[in-house]
């Protein structure tokens, strides 16, 4: 049994959750698959592996993995939708999948490859089936679906049938849908999937109202960095079915890749990469060319080696500089250092 | 809470009945096939010299009766509920908080019953007013004998209908076991089919294999109530077939959801 002390103020409690799946081997081949019914080799994928973190209320928390990395199936089990081989799980004080139905009542899920609105009946049927459905008492539903259609500027499409929306209209009708009960917590399983800049944009937006104005807890999934740049503040970093780093953004660059980036434009004269390096201080060691377009420079450096103000001083003070912009290295580069050699690519997305 | 199943109900049914296309086909259908099936039967009559078990008006209207009821036999799957099995828009089926076998059996009534409305209305106006303005009376659909049978009747084909949607609901869990449900699903309804009555009239079947028809859950979807309306079985003597009726779909509902529970245990939820 978990241990309820010190553990109490979290709304999420997540301790040694195990998820092993048994896949039938298949044989290539006619032979193979004649083979096949007389006998079977299961081989266990281990999807997740002695999985722990907590969440307190109103945290907004990305969950980012590469493909096959368990975050599908730890929103699953979060979910009460798949019941893990071993661990535990608190969400509000109960386990999702022994509570199912009490649990349930309480989060939203929105998957985002999928709709959860009825195919062939208005998006407005859809939202009343599911204020009976979660027992929404009338005056509530008439307030959190006033509100949450505002918010979503959907109330142009809420008589059309469902499969006539396009993408963006459906993630935003599925949001709402996802909310008219008032849930707690929100699951976000990559929300912005295949949407165009505009309608991401607006579900960034919503998601960081609902979060700060509504205090609704947020897991979100997603492979958009820029999602996870705009709206988390704590990451938790997921690869082979374990947990590879939790923390906030700034927290994972000082583990990861402490360097900083600085952008150089030179005034006029094509500074010559070897110009640069034969420099005191500018050794190999500190600061590394990384890139060279025109009169441009990109240089990588440590800041706990050398100061920006250092760097830009020595710079500045040899050559004429145009333009300098200093910018931390691209999220994706962080994660694909984090990811590094964890074996994902046996692993199927479960 | 009954207001929530009510609505799945409710809104299922709009949906279904959006395929008038569909219906208009299946009623042509089975039309024909009601047609071809009452020439066989009374050609069976002509040349029958023994006394058999049904009189022929009683098997025509038998007949008739199962063409216009055909959708409301377990003889097919909720297309919704499979597409979202295989893939995998069961997650969201799984984060209601309503009871999975009683929210499906609301989808499954629905799937029963829409399909049935659009269906026999038009068969039974065919079959009982307009086949005898033709002058075909003798292969008309009669008109029941009287308040109690109608009643009697009735209450039988809600029973039948629970039956039908318990058996459903075993089909529908064994998509969820097998992921496809092609196999089995494909055998079931031929069994059903032949078992209730649908193929032959029960009555018509050898002596010797009466006792085991008899006690077969099948005959509640289509012999009991339609035998009642014919009044082969007398309607006030009834009440040990309907309640054959309830205690099959008794058994079919403890079944049922005893196998979802335990399938719910072992599922996985693929991709995304």
Same mark, same amino acid.
């Given at each position: 049994?978990?241990?309820?002390?010190?553990?109490?103020? #979290?709304?999420?409690?997540?301790?040694?959750?195990?998820?092993?799946?048994?896949?039938? &081997?298949?044989?290539?081949?006619?032979?193979?698959?004649?083979?096949?019914?007389?006998?079977?080799?299961?081989?266990?994928?281990?999807?997740?592996?002695?999985?722990?973190?907590?969440?307190?209320?109103?945290?907004?928390?990305?969950?980012?993995?590469?493909?096959?990395?368990?975050?599908?199936?730890? =929103?699953?089990?979060?979910?009460?939708?798949?019941?893990?081989?071993?661990?535990?799980?608190?969400?509000?004080?109960?386990?999702?999948?022994?509570?199912?139905?009490?649990?349930?009542?309480?989060?939203?899920?929105?998957?985002? &490859?999928?709709?959860?609105?009825?195919?062939?009946?208005?998006? =407005?049927? #859809?939202?009343?089936?599911?204020?009976?459905i979660y027992r929404v008492p009338p005056?509530?539903?008439?307030?959190?679906?006033?509100?949450?259609?505002?918010?979503?500027?959907?109330?142009?499409?809420?008589?059309?049938?469902?499969?006539?929306?396009?993408?963006?209209?459906?993630?935003?009708?599925?949001?709402?849908?996802?909310?008219?009960?008032?849930?707690?917590?929100?699951?976000?399983?990559?929300?912005?999937?295949?949407?165009?800049?505009?309608?991401?944009?607006?579900?960034?937006?919503?998601?960081?109202?609902?979060?700060? &104005?509504?205090?609704?807890?947020? =897991?979100?999934?997603?492979?958009?960095?820029?999602?996870?740049?705009?709206?988390?503040?704590?990451?938790?970093?997921?690869?082979?079915?374990?947990?590879?780093?939790?923390?906030?953004?700034?927290?994972?660059?000082?583990?990861?890749?402490?360097?900083?980036?600085?952008?150089?434009?030179?005034?006029?004269?094509?500074?010559?990469?070897?110009?640069?390096?034969?420099?005191?201080?500018?050794?190999?060691?500190?600061?590394?060319?990384?890139?060279?377009?025109?009169?441009?420079?990109?240089?990588?450096?440590?800041?706990?080696?050398?100061?920006?103000?250092?760097?830009?001083?020595?710079?500045?003070?040899?050559?004429?500089?145009?333009?300098?912009?200093?910018?931390?290295?691209?999220?994706?580069?962080? =994660?694909? &250092?984090?990811?590094?050699?964890?074996?994902?690519?046996?692993?199927?997305?479960? | 809470?009954?207001?929530?199943?009510?609505?799945?109900?409710?809104?299922?049914? @709009?949906?279904?009945?959006?395929?008038?296309?569909?219906?208009?086909?299946?009623?042509?259908?089975?039309?024909?096939?009601?047609?071809?099936?009452?020439?066989?039967?009374?050609?069976? +009559?002509?040349?029958?010299?023994?006394?058999?078990?049904?009189?022929?008006?009683?098997? %025509?209207?038998?007949?008739?009766?199962?063409?216009?009821?055909?959708?409301?036999?377990?003889?097919?799957?909720?297309?919704? $509920?499979?597409?979202?099995?295989?893939?995998?828009?069961?997650?969201?089926e799984l984060v209601r908080p309503l009871?999975?076998?009683?929210?499906?059996?609301? @989808?499954?009534?629905?799937? @029963?019953?829409?399909?049935?409305?659009?269906?026999?209305?038009?068969?039974?106006?065919?079959?009982?007013?307009?086949?005898?303005?033709?002058?075909?009376?003798?292969?008309?659909?009669?008109?029941?004998?009287?308040?109690?049978?109608?009643?009697?009747? $009735?209450?039988?084909?809600?029973?039948?209908?629970?039956?039908?949607?318990?058996?459903?609901?075993?089909?529908?869990?064994?998509?969820?076991?097998?992921?496809?449900?092609?196999? $089995?699903?494909?055998?079931?309804?031929?069994?059903?089919?032949?078992?209730?009555?649908? %193929?032959?009239?029960?009555?018509?079947?050898?002596?010797?294999?009466?006792? +085991?028809?008899?006690?077969?859950? +099948?005959?509640?979807?289509?012999? %009991?109530?339609?035998?009642?309306?014919?009044?082969?079985?007398?309607?006030?003597?009834?009440?040990?077939?309907?309640?054959?009726?309830?205690?099959?779909?008794? %058994?079919?509902?403890?079944?049922?959801?005893?196998?979802?529970?335990?399938?719910?245990?072992?599922?996985?939820?693929?991709?995304?």
């Amino acid at each position: 049994m978990v241990k309820y002390t010190g553990w109490f103020m #979290s709304q999420i409690l997540v301790k040694d959750l195990s998820k092993t799946f048994s896949v039938a &081997q298949r044989q290539p081949g006619l032979v193979g698959a004649i083979r096949g019914l007389f006998s079977r080799v299961y081989s266990e994928v281990h999807a997740l592996n002695n999985v722990s973190f907590t969440i307190d209320p109103g945290e907004l928390v990305g969950y980012i993995g590469p493909n096959g990395a368990g975050k599908s199936t730890t =929103i699953k089990i979060l979910a009460g939708i798949l019941v893990p081989t071993s661990g535990e799980c608190l969400i509000n004080g109960r386990t999702p999948w022994r509570q199912r139905r009490d649990h349930v009542a309480d989060i939203g899920v929105v998957f985002g &490859q999928r709709s959860q609105l009825w195919w062939d009946l208005p998006v =407005i049927e #859809s939202f009343e089936l599911l204020r009976d459905i979660y027992r929404v008492p009338p005056q509530v539903y008439r307030e959190s679906s006033a509100e949450l259609i505002h918010m979503m500027d959907i109330e142009s499409v809420l008589d059309t049938p469902v499969r006539m929306l396009s993408l963006g209209q459906r993630m935003r009708c599925d949001l709402v849908a996802s909310l008219l009960h008032r849930p707690s917590i929100l699951f976000l399983d990559e929300p912005t999937i295949g949407l165009d800049a505009v309608s991401k944009l607006a579900v960034r937006e919503f998601v960081r109202q609902l979060n700060q &104005q509504h205090g609704v807890t947020v =897991i979100l999934t997603t492979h958009d960095m820029d999602d996870i740049e705009a709206l988390c503040r704590r990451i938790v970093v997921i690869g082979a079915g374990t947990i590879l780093n939790d923390g906030d953004l700034a927290g994972l660059r000082r583990k990861i890749n402490p360097e900083r980036r600085l952008k150089v434009e030179f005034a006029d004269n094509p500074v010559s990469i070897s110009m640069l390096d034969s420099g005191q201080v500018l050794t190999e060691k500190t600061v590394r060319v990384v890139g060279h377009e025109g009169n441009t420079l990109h240089l990588a450096f440590d800041p706990g080696k050398i100061t920006t103000t250092d760097l830009i001083h020595h710079i500045s003070s040899r050559f004429a500089v145009k333009d300098l912009f200093v910018e931390n290295p691209p999220i994706e580069e962080l =994660i694909a &250092q984090l990811y590094g050699d964890t074996r994902v690519d046996k692993v199927s997305d479960v | 809470m009954f207001n929530a199943y009510w609505s799945v109900i409710s809104a299922r049914y @709009r949906t279904l009945l959006q395929y008038r296309a569909a219906a208009i086909a299946g009623f042509v259908t089975q039309l024909f096939w009601g047609a071809i099936k009452i020439m066989v039967m009374s050609a069976f +009559f002509a040349v029958s010299t023994e006394p058999q078990p049904m009189k022929l008006v009683e098997v %025509v209207s038998y007949i008739w009766l199962g063409q216009a009821l055909l959708g409301m036999l377990p003889w097919s799957v909720d297309k919704e $509920l499979e597409a979202m099995i295989t893939n995998g828009g069961i997650s969201y089926e799984l984060v209601r908080p309503l009871d999975l076998y009683s929210f499906w059996f609301c @989808r499954t009534i629905a799937l @029963r019953t829409a399909t049935t409305t659009l269906r026999s209305i038009p068969m039974l106006i065919f079959a009982l007013l307009l086949l005898p303005l033709a002058g075909f009376d003798e292969w008309a659909l009669a008109a029941p004998g009287g308040l109690v049978v109608t009643c009697v009747f $009735l209450l039988s084909l809600v029973c039948a209908l629970l039956l039908a949607c318990s058996f459903t609901m075993i089909m529908h869990v064994i998509l969820v076991w097998t992921i496809s449900g092609d196999g $089995l699903n494909r055998i079931l309804p031929s069994f059903t089919m032949i078992f209730s009555g649908m %193929v032959v009239p029960l009555p018509l079947f050898p002596d010797w294999t009466q006792g +085991f028809l008899s006690l077969q859950p +099948f005959r509640g979807l289509v012999d %009991v109530p339609f035998r009642i309306y014919t009044g082969n079985i007398p309607a006030l003597e009834a009440g040990p077939d309907i309640l054959h009726q309830l205690i099959w779909s008794a %058994v079919f509902i403890f079944l049922g959801r005893r196998l979802l529970a335990s399938s719910m245990h072992r599922v996985v939820v693929q991709g995304g």
